[in-house]
């Protein structure tokens, strides 16, 4: 078995309880592309078999998500996960929504202390357990949609946010209450899209069996974001690189009508790049 199972991941499920429970169905090495949160739901795309080999081919795709930011208040891991902090305001509707363009295109962010991000071979948040202080530097990320949905309590509002891999949902948050003259975190997170995944098609795991898994993974090449070439040269499968009559980029290749794997085309030859089938 080899492809993606979009799954529709629960709160309070691990992203590693989710690989894990495909792992056993299946039997074949896992790994999923995009972590979240313990407390975050929604959209988790897990490779399966040669499909882990692809995720670097993904990791910049966009991702959307909904948000759910309260202000006034904030915790120390900036979710539900660490008890409140009062103090600050709650800022207007009609103020929130005039602070968002600020934070549209590639911008500087500080990843949560409490993160993984490593620090001298350590985890950030393992510094943080133990009551160190330690000085996260900013990172670039790119956000393509900030947008205000609603108020959903007296303090909480809740946001559409696209963007890029690596961006961090809840330092958004805390960096929209400071510019807001405030503080703030994020009580609720629900991923709806990962690149080509969406939630529509995304299926919970207690639906998955071992009699029905295959019927759910996504074939790697219906998923690959790259234009079809098919090469009859057998010189290439053998590492030769051969001419190609196409631009320059990365396609799915094609072998006698089989997927094959991934090529990259450069100045008019084409090497294969990676083997997947």
């Known amino acids: 078995m080899t492809g993606f199972v979009n799954i529709a991941k629960r709160e309070g499920d691990t992203s590693t309880f989710a690989v894990n ?19 975050a739901s929604g959209v988790l795309p897990v490779g399966v078999g040669n499909a882990t080999r692809l995720f670097s081919y993904f990791l910049e795709k966009e991702k959307v998500y909904l948000a759910r930011f309260r202000f006034g208040v904030t915790t120390k891991t900036l979710d539900r996960e660490s008890p409140p902090e009062y103090g600050g305001r709650v800022p207007a509707e009609e103020e929130i929504a005039a602070a968002l363009p600020a934070f549209v295109g590639e911008i500087g962010q500080i990843p949560p202390t409490y993160s993984a991000v490593s620090v001298n071979g350590k985890r950030s948040y393992e510094y943080a357990r133990e009551g160190q202080e330690i000085a996260l530097n900013a990172k670039r990320v790119r956000i393509s949609a900030f947008e205000l949905l609603r108020q959903t309590s007296p303090d909480e509002f809740e946001f559409r946010i696209a963007c890029g891999g690596g961006t961090y949902i809840r330092s958004l948050a805390r960096d929209l209450a400071e510019a807001l003259g405030t503080r703030g975190f994020m009580t609720a997170l629900r991923r709806t899209q990962s690149g080509v995944f969406t939630e529509e098609t995304a299926v919970p795991l207690d639906l998955l069996t071992s009699e029905n898994i295959g019927s759910y993974i996504i074939p790697t090449e219906k998923v690959l974001p790259f234009p079809a070439l098919s090469i009859d040269d057998e010189r290439l499968y053998h590492g030769v690189a051969v001419s190609a009559n196409c631009a320059d980029g990365m396609y799915k ?3 006698g009508g089989e997927f094959y794997g991934l090529a990259r085309v450069e100045n008019g030859m084409v090497r294969t790049e990676k083997k997947l089938c």
């Not at 169905?25 to 313990?38: E, I």
């Open 21 to 39: 429970r495909i792992k056993r169905l299946t039997h074949c090495p896992c790994g999923h592309m995009g972590t979240l949160d313990p407390l």
């Open 253 to 255: 290749l094609y072998r």
